[in-house]
């Protein structure tokens, strides 16, 4: 059984192994995410949920707010479902995406409290980002005003053709990466020691062939 110090002396020992696997994973992950990366840009919607209880008064309690954003969650959903999604794919004409896809390129935030949503799109193709936001959004507030019966919903600020792509995830890319190479070294570390069998100290001694030792003679070295 390995107590902390034995733990200790296999890592030194093996420390290359310790620092080169990360290094190779690193390096490998970097050159993946340059070379693999396909351009994203996103486009997004900011929308109002109005709390239809509170109609047209303004003060609005605690209660009220809290259902608002309840409401909004509930949205969120509805936002991916296939009666939105299948409409917009239908409207616009898209022959390379279906709903599934098209439903992972969209991504829904509720603003910290406040029933502001946010509704964020991404794609390959600026304009059909921007295009994608815009339709969704339509879409989206159509079908809340015909499930409830009432327009509670208003775009605040619709889409705009994002100028420039999102940046490639090289940080999180990286840093699973060296983590893997690092899980990966110390596993082959203790794997290596498991089978190594050789006897190194007294307790090996001890452990393996069920003898006492009476005594050692220490390494001397040569002048």
């Known amino acids: 059984m390995f107590n902390i110090r034995q733990y200790f002396n296999i890592i030194i020992k093996r420390l290359w192994l310790v620092m080169l696997l990360p290094l190779i994973t690193g390096s490998a992950s970097i050159y993946l995410s340059y070379y693999n990366y396909i351009p994203q840009y996103e486009s997004n919607v900011t929308l109002l949920v109005s ?57 829904v935030g509720l603003k910290e409290g406040t029933r502001i949503l946010e509704i964020k799109v991404r794609d390959e193709n600026p304009k059909r980002a921007k295009t994608l936001a815009d339709k969704i959004s339509e879409v989206f507030v159509n079908k809340i005003a015909e499930m409830f019966k009432e327009k509670n919903i208003e775009i605040i600020d619709e889409a705009e053709k994002p100028a420039l792509p999102l940046p490639p995830p090289y940080k999180k890319n990286i840093a699973i990466a060296v983590i893997a190479g690092l899980v990966i ?36 070295k040569m002048k």
């Open 185 to 220: 070294a110390f596993g082959i570390i203790f794997v290596l020691e498991e089978l190594d069998d050789s006897i190194k100290s007294v307790e090996d001694v001890e452990k393996e062939l069920g003898l006492r030792v009476l005594g050692t003679i220490p390494k001397l």
């Open 51 to 107: 709390n239809a209880v509170t109609g047209a008064n303004n003060t609005q309690s605690y209660d009220e707010i809290l259902a608002g954003q309840h409401l909004v969650k509930e949205y969120k959903e509805i936002i991916k479902s296939r009666a939105v999604t299948n409409t917009v794919i239908r409207e616009l004409g898209i022959k390379d995406i279906d709903t599934v896809a098209l439903a992972q390129k969209i991504s």
